[in-house]
């Protein structure tokens, strides 16, 4: 069974980083691209940070970049997504799923969910 799940979320002060783990089973996350998405109350669902299979190329959201690092770990099966200066604008559910379509950014072609941790940012 295909399975991705999300941990490391949790309540941070402004300012404060947290580090999201993205963890496969089931399957090699070697062949996918890994994106982040993230929703927050009220607002629709938007995609955060990308990682082409295999280490490849990066992309981030304007509002994301220079704050926040994806990175893969292979040999772990788990996609990371570092997280530092965070705002109360950064408040939302962080989701990861897989995708075997290139480039990562096809944002509405991800094929497989995880369940999401919760990203809370406040004083």
């Known amino acids: 069974q295909l399975q991705l799940v999300e941990s490391g979320g949790g309540l941070v002060q402004p300012g404060g980083s947290l580090r999201l783990s993205c963890a496969a089973s089931g399957f090699t996350l070697d062949y996918y691209a890994i994106g982040w998405f993230r929703q927050a109350p009220g607002k629709e669902r938007e995609g955060v940070s990308c990682i082409g299979s295999r280490g490849g190329s990066t992309n981030y959201a304007d509002s994301v970049k220079g704050r926040f690092t994806i990175s893969r770990d292979n040999a772990k099966n788990t996609v990371y997504l570092q997280m530092n200066s965070l705002n109360v604008e950064d408040t939302a559910v962080y989701y990861c799923?897989?995708?075997?379509?290139?480039?990562?950014?096809?944002?509405?072609?991800?094929?497989?969910w995880g369940q999401g941790t919760q990203v809370t940012v406040s004083s």
């Open positions: 799923a897989a995708s075997l379509l290139r480039p990562c950014t096809r944002w509405g072609e991800y094929m497989y």
